[in-house]
């Protein structure tokens, strides 16, 4: 389903280079559940971006499905992102004095989705992450576990074929990050592809495989535990 291609990203602010990501290859697999690891400044953002088609790399290629998504258009490049992406992001990004339910419900009229059935999804995925009975609560009257709750349904509700969270725990309590693992764990039994950046070993444990960079670097690419081999990094 993804397959990254001696991905290189150097960024040039003035006179000086920084090379964030250099000659990264790695596949991941329809179904996988795979946690990217990595210290602060190692790449991982850098990474999310190109993986989320936010950003394009320097040198490589990136195959989405099939198809070569490494140097699209701005207007192809969104195009793709809301087919095939779904977002959650650390900071939750909703709308502060809008209903969960509407905050679900905006991916899916930016697509023209009838607004029966955006409800309906709407319903359907606030439900999914236990958020039945805070539907019509806006975002500033919940916490940040139940916004980020909230964040997920958005991200499934154009029912895409990667989730790709970013740091989706970092600004939530311990006990509600242990919910939110528990929506990725059941997310992932369902089926759904998901790649979540963390710096945090035990956010990171929860993935069935976990990349680790490093300076712009794969260092090791292990699959529940066990160091996979040389060839599939
Ligand atoms: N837009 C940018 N312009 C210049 N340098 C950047 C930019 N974004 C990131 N970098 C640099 O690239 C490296 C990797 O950054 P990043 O991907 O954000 O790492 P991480 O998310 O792991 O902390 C860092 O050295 C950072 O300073
Ligand atoms: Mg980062």
Do not use: W
Not at 8 to 36: Q, R, W
Not at 73 to 88: C, H, L, M
Not at 199 to 225: L, M, Q, T, Y
């Amino acid at each position: 389903m993804i397959k990254v291609k001696k991905i290189s990203k150097i960024y040039n602010t003035g006179a000086v280079e920084t090379v964030a990501l250099s000659d990264i290859s790695f596949e991941i697999n329809k179904g996988e559940y795979v946690a990217i690891m990595g210290p602060s400044g190692s790449g991982k953002s850098t990474l999310m971006h190109i993986l989320g088609v936010l950003d394009q790399p320097t040198t490589g290629e990136y195959i989405l499905d099939d198809v070569n998504v490494s140097q699209l258009t701005d207007d192809d490049a969104a195009e793709i992102r809301n087919q095939k992406i779904g977002f959650i992001f650390q900071a939750f990004n909703l709308l502060p004095r809008t209903t969960a339910l509407q905050n679900v419900m905006l991916p899916m009229r930016y697509a023209n989705v009838p607004k029966e059935e955006r409800i309906e999804k709407a319903r359907k995925y606030l439900k999914m992450v236990g958020l039945e009975d805070r539907m019509n609560h806006t975002s500033n009257q919940l916490s940040g576990g139940q916004q980020q709750r909230v964040a997920i349904a958005r991200g499934l509700a154009m029912n895409p074929s990667i989730l790709l969270a970013d740091e989706p725990t970092g600004n939530i309590a311990s006990v509600q990050a242990e919910e939110v693992m528990n929506i990725f764990r059941k997310l992932n039994e369902e089926g759904h592809t998901i790649i979540m950046i963390t710096h945090e070993p035990d956010i990171a444990s929860h993935a069935k495989r976990i990349i680790h960079i490093k300076d712009g670097k794969i260092v090791k690419d292990e699959k529940n535990g066990h160091k996979l081999k040389a060839k599939t990094i």
